[in-house]
Structure formats: structure tokens, C-alpha cells
């Protein structure tokens, strides 16, 4: 009985941990489910506490990502990369399990160790295998919560410590209390609040004069889909219209003129180097109101087919592009690595054939002006990806864009969590961000993190707003690749330490 009611707690660990993402997205439930977890692993070994992990992953992966259901149209892929992305679970309260238990130590201690495994084994997470999946990070619902201060000194690296080290001690406040020592549970809960406010004394950084009024046009993608995608510049000519519209409103006085337009992934459906209607198309437009386009494509290019973005300047020629780095596995590309596995028919059913690209992701777009901005864009997926922006932040970098299309994830939630993402990366760099779907949800984000302008799902919109353009550089923007490289590194070494014990008792009982 006390077993099954472990198992209950495992369950309902996952579930309170979903309720703090999008489409719930109630962030305190964060707070809650680790709490409750590491009460669990206090009072279990270290294979009981993977069974554990384990089966708290797979109901939050489950559920956090059933929009896989939608795009993969497989609920094979769905309990697969669940099962997968569940393990780094299962290995962490594994391993907590010993670490909660060095009493040569304090438990301030212990919980730093913790923390530090979890945000090490969420980087791992982010980048095995095959590139990783940085999806469910504990940082991103945290966007509207008192730790968003610490994006700039530390990114999700430093959230996700300080949230997994604030739940450890709201688990042992429940514990001081559970044995009536109530001082002890006061003092307890009040360190964790003071933890979760430290960012409010981080200093903030001035305002910019610098201003950019940019226009996001989302054109929309019918349902079903597939059937939208398949008539030639459908989506296109979507975008078109939706453009057009935007330029009365704007000669009829309703909104001030943009600077530049965005359009969102594979908003050209088809590829402007080889159709030259949609080359003319978007020129066209483009010269005609001296205002530059930046839309995504699929461009078959000598290097194969490249998932990019590109700069329609406002003379009507194209300017530069930009490759996604991190296609999609299993969807924008199959691994020929594993050529040899079983079930690959099942694997790669839905899988494209894009390369990755190889430049970092940073476009110039000139303006009428004859000034220029320059722009991080990461597209759909990359916007999980901190190092994709951190380069080009470095480069010179002064707004954040991420073109998407989520029209093959439904009415789900994908578009949201994605959204939260790009609200990080925002705080994360001190820099504002779009983000530009072809179908929804679309956004403009301030460097505050703060949303000023959003659409909905599956609708024709469009929206302008004044952004702030910065050059400063953030501790994160600096520092962000030597917290991921420590964080690794910590991770192999408590993985070396408990392979040593592993063997050691094994030789013990021989």
C-alpha cells in the first residue's frame, strides 16, 4: 500500500510541475511538485528513486508535449521521446538521493549540490541526443515570477538553481512543521522567499534612446493544414494580403509606419529562388513602400535543403540570410546515425531532409533611412537554444527575432511555451524579441520580458510597436557558455563518482 501511494506522489509530482507551463501556466505549482519530490526521495534509495523520476517524467512530458501527437501525427514518436526525456529525470533523483544523504555536509549544502545537478542535467538534456531537446526547462515559466531578475545574471542556468534550491527548502520547512518545530518551518519558508526575491537587488540597466517601430504580420495557415500548404502560394499571398492591409491602416493614419515587416517561417511557401512570382511578390511589396521584408523559406541551396530566413530590402533586392542551425530530428531531418535502428520506418515517417546551417544567426537589414539594424533571428525550434542567440548578441546584435510556424501543433499549447521561451531569451540578453508565426501565437516582447502586442491562434492579424534597440551585454550574453560547459562538467563528475560506488560494491559483493 505504502508503495502505491509512492507511486501516487510520482504522478501527482508530474502533474503539478505541467500546471506551471502554458496552457495552464500557474508557476507556483513549480514550487510545489519539487517540494513534494524531494519529501519522496528523502525516504527512498536510489533505485526506488528512479522508478520515481522516472514515472514523474513521463506523466509531465506526456502532457506537456502532447502537442507531438499533433505534428507527428504518431503517438508512438509522442511515448517515445516522453520515455526519452523522462530518463534525465529518473537519473537525477537517482543521484539526489545520495547527495540529500552526505551528513558530512550541512543541507544548505546538500541542496546546493542538488540544484546544481538538476540545472546540469537539464543542459545535458538540451544537448543528447541528437542535439538535445531544451523543452520543459524550469526556467521558462518562471518568466512571470520574481526569479525573471536573474535572467541577465545567469539565464536558465541560474533560475532553475535557484528555484530547485528554494523548493529544497520549502521541503524542509514542511518537515520542521510536520514535526512541530514551527520556528524552524517559519525560518525556513522566509530564507525561501527571500531566495526567490534576491533578483529585485540586482542592479537594472538604463533605458535606450534607441527605438525601432517594427510590424509583425502573421498571414495564417487554413486548416487543415496540409491541404492549405499544398496550394501553391497560398500562405504567401495570405501574408501578402495581410501586408497590404497593414499599409492602408498605416496611410489611413491608424498606425505609425514600420521601419521594418516580419513574416514568419516558411511564410514563402514556396522557393523564391526558383519560383519568381514569389520573388516578385515579396520585392514588389518591399519596394513599393520602401519598407524591408524578413520571411522565412525552404531554399534548396548547394548544400542541400536549408530552413532560412532571409532579407527583402526595401530597394527591392534581397539582402542576407540566415540557416537554422538546429533542425528539427525525426521532423525537419531523420539522424543517419541510427540508420540501423529498429522501428526507423516509424521514426522517420514525417521526416524532411534539411541541413543544418553552419553560420551563426545574425542578419543585417538595411533601412530607408540608410541606417541598419542588426538582428538575431532563431527560428521556431532555436528558440530554446540559448546559445543560438548568444553569439550574435555578442557579434552586435541589437533585437531578437524567432520566425515559427506552429500550424502542425493544433490548438494546443506549443506556441505559448515557445512564447516563454522567447520572453527569456529577452530578459535572458536584455534585448526586446518577436516572435513571428505564420498561424499564431505571435508576439512583441519588451527586454522586460513583458508582452506588448499578441495574436491569436489561426487568424490573419497583424501588429505594430515601438521596440527598444541595446548594445549593452549581459553576464548571461558573456558568461552563458562557461555556465553550460561547469554545469556539464559537474554532471560527469557526480556520473564518475557513482559509476566508481557502483563498481566498488560490486567487487564487495563478489
Known amino acids: 500500500m505504502l508503495e502505491i501511494f509512492t507511486w501516487i506522489k510520482a504522478v501527482f509530482v508530474g502533474l503539478l510541475i505541467w500546471v506551471a507551463f502554458p496552457p495552464v501556466g500557474f508557476w507556483p505549482g513549480l514550487f510545489l511538485g519539487l517540494a513534494l519530490w524531494f519529501a519522496v526521495l528523502n ?34 514518436m509522442w511515448a517515445l521521446l516522453s520515455a526519452v526525456e523522462a530518463l534525465f529525470w529518473a537519473v537525477f533523483s537517482a543521484l539526489s538521493v545520495g547527495l540529500l544523504k552526505i551528513e558530512r555536509f ?91 526575491h534576491s533578483g529585485f537587488f540586482l542592479p537594472i540597466s538604463a533605458p535606450s534612446n534607441e527605438l525601432l517601430t517594427v510590424a509583425l504580420v502573421q498571414g495564417n495557415v487554413e486548416e487543415p493544414v496540409k491541404e492549405t500548404f499544398a496550394q501553391s502560394r497560398r500562405v504567401l499571398n495570405n501574408h501578402v494580403v495581410k501586408t497590404r492591409e497593414l499599409l492602408d491602416a498605416v496611410r489611413a493614419g491608424k498606425v505609425t509606419k514600420p521601419q521594418v515587416i516580419f513574416w514568419g517561417e516558411n511564410a514563402l511557401d514556396l522557393d523564391p529562388f526558383t519560383d519568381f512570382k514569389t520573388r516578385q511578390a515579396v520585392s514588389n511589396l518591399a519596394r513599393s513602400q520602401q519598407i524591408p ?35 528539427v530530428p525525426f521532423g525537419e531531418f531523420f539522424p543517419r546515425s541510427i540508420d540501423f535502428w529498429p522501428f526507423n520506418s516509424l521514426l522517420g515517417a514525417n521526416a524532411g531532409e534539411v541541413v543544418a546551417g553552419s553560420e551563426p544567426a545574425l542578419l543585417e537589414a538595411p533601412l530607408s533611412n540608410d541606417e541598419k539594424v542588426l538582428l538575431a533571428p532563431g527560428i521556431c525550434f532555436e528558440a530554446a537554444f540559448q546559445s543560438v542567440f548568444r553569439e550574435p548578441v555578442l557579434d552586435g546584435a541589437k533585437l531578437l527575432a524567432v520566425p515559427t510556424n506552429n500550424s502542425s501543433f493544433g490548438h494546443s499549447a506549443q ?10 531569451r529577452a530578459l535572458e540578453f536584455d534585448r526586446s524579441a518577436l516572435q513571428i508565426s505564420t498561424n499564431g501565437v505571435s508576439a512583441m516582447v519588451t527586454r522586460n520580458g513583458e508582452v506588448v502586442a499578441q495574436t491569436e491562434l489561426f487568424t490573419a492579424d497583424f501588429a505594430v510597436s515601438e521596440l527598444e534597440l541595446r548594445t549593452n551585454i549581459t553576464f548571461t550574453a558573456r558568461h552563458g557558455a562557461l555556465l553550460h560547459s561547469l554545469t556539464l562538467g559537474f554532471v560527469g563528475l557526480v556520473l564518475l563518482v557513482a559509476f566508481t560506488r557502483f563498481l566498488a560494491q560490486r567487487r564487495n559483493l563478489a
Not at 502532457?63 to 507527428?72: F, I
Open 293 to 327: 521584408i524578413i520571411a522565412g523559406q525552404i531554399s534548396q541551396t548547394p548544400r542541400g535543403l536549408e530552413n532560412q530566413v532571409m532579407v527583402w530590402v526595401h530597394t527591392g533586392r534581397l539582402g542576407n540570410s540566415y540557416s537554422k542551425q538546429h533542425p
Open 43 to 76: 525516504s527512498v534509495n536510489a533505485d526506488a528513486g528512479f522508478r520515481f523520476g522516472f514515472l514523474s517524467g513521463l506523466v509531465f512530458f506526456s502532457a506537456h508535449m502532447h502537442w507531438l501527437v499533433y505534428s507527428t501525427d504518431s503517438y508512438f
Open 415 to 424: 506556441s505559448l511555451q515557445q512564447l516563454q521561451m522567447v520572453r527569456l
Open 106 to 196: 550541512r543541507f544548505f549544502f546538500n541542496a546546493a549540490l542538488v540544484s546544481l545537478l538538476w540545472v546540469g542535467l537539464e543542459q545535458l538534456r538540451g544537448s543528447i541526443p541528437f542535439g538535445g531537446l531544451p523543452w520543459g526547462f524550469i526556467a521558462y515559466p518562471l518568466v512571470d515570477s520574481p526569479l525573471r531578475f536573474w535572467a541577465p545574471f545567469g539565464g536558465e542556468v541560474a533560475i532553475g538553481f535557484i528555484a530547485c534550491f528554494s523548493a529544497l527548502l520549502v521541503y524542509k520547512a514542511l518537515t520542521a512543521v510536520a514535526r512541530k518545530r514551527f520556528s524552524v518551518g517559519f525560518a525556513l519558508v522566509l530564507a525561501a522567499t527571500l531566495v526567490c
